[in-house]
């Protein structure tokens, strides 16, 4: 590949591909496995003083054991608007405000609950291969747009063989985290 607008593109599809890889990770993290883990509590926003912030800008959140998620607020007065936000995101936790904090038990994972879970990884590594599909087809119609720039066609054919090569190895990656959170999901 000698021309610099080709390797733009490919550049392109990698750093989004890298993205989206980071992002279905992210997303794979939030999602229940069995041990607490304070990124489950991300999704969770809170009524501070008339508008809604995370739960990681009012009280930290600690894991004490693997079953256990303690919420302790920055302010006594935020116990209640965190107990609210909490049961509002319907999460599945049953928070316990002992006036000083809030203690999260996550009940054990039935075999039920698991197979859900599966489905909920299964929905999100879709969501992360239309990305990946979506981003092929980009790079592909600005490899087209090249070729009717003056792009010879021989380059073009190598530029889109190194975009199906990159979204092949992106596929593989997400099919990869995606059996080890099904793993980690059913292990009991």
């Known amino acids: 590949m000698s021309d610099?607008?080709?390797?733009?593109?490919?550049?392109?599809?990698?750093?989004?591909?890298?993205?989206?890889?980071?992002h279905a990770a992210s997303e794979f993290s939030?999602?229940?496995?069995?041990?607490?883990?304070?990124?489950?509590?991300?999704?969770?926003?809170?009524?501070?003083?008339?508008?809604?912030?995370?739960?990681s800008q009012v009280a930290n959140v600690n894991t004490p054991d693997a079953k256990t998620l303690a919420i302790q607020p920055w302010e006594k007065s935020m116990l209640q608007a965190i107990e609210k936000g909490i049961i509002i995101s319907n999460l599945g936790f049953n928070p316990s405000n002992d006036g000083t904090m809030i203690r999260c038990i996550l009940p054990p994972l039935t075999e039920e609950r698991r197979r859900e879970i599966v489905k909920k990884v299964?929905?999100?590594?879709?969501?992360?291969?239309?990305?990946?599909?979506?981003?092929?087809?980009?790079?592909?119609?600005?490899?087209?747009?090249?070729?009717?720039?003056?792009?010879?066609?021989?380059?073009?054919?190598?530029g889109e063989t190194q975009v199906q090569k990159n979204?092949?190895?992106?596929i593989k990656k997400i099919d990869e985290l995606t059996a080890a959170k099904e793993a980690e999901v059913m292990h009991v």
């Open 4 to 22: 610099p607008r080709l390797k733009q593109v490919l550049d392109h599809l990698k750093e989004g591909m890298d993205k989206a890889i980071d």
């Open 30 to 55: 939030k999602i229940r496995a069995g041990k607490a883990h304070p990124s489950m509590l991300d999704a969770v926003k809170v009524d501070y003083y008339g508008s809604l912030v995370p739960l």
């Open 122 to 158: 299964k929905a999100e590594a879709e969501n992360a291969k239309i990305t990946g599909r979506n981003l092929r087809k980009d790079a592909n119609e600005s490899i087209k747009r090249l070729q009717k720039e003056g792009l010879p066609e021989d380059e073009a054919k190598v």
């Open 167 to 170: 979204t092949d190895a992106y």
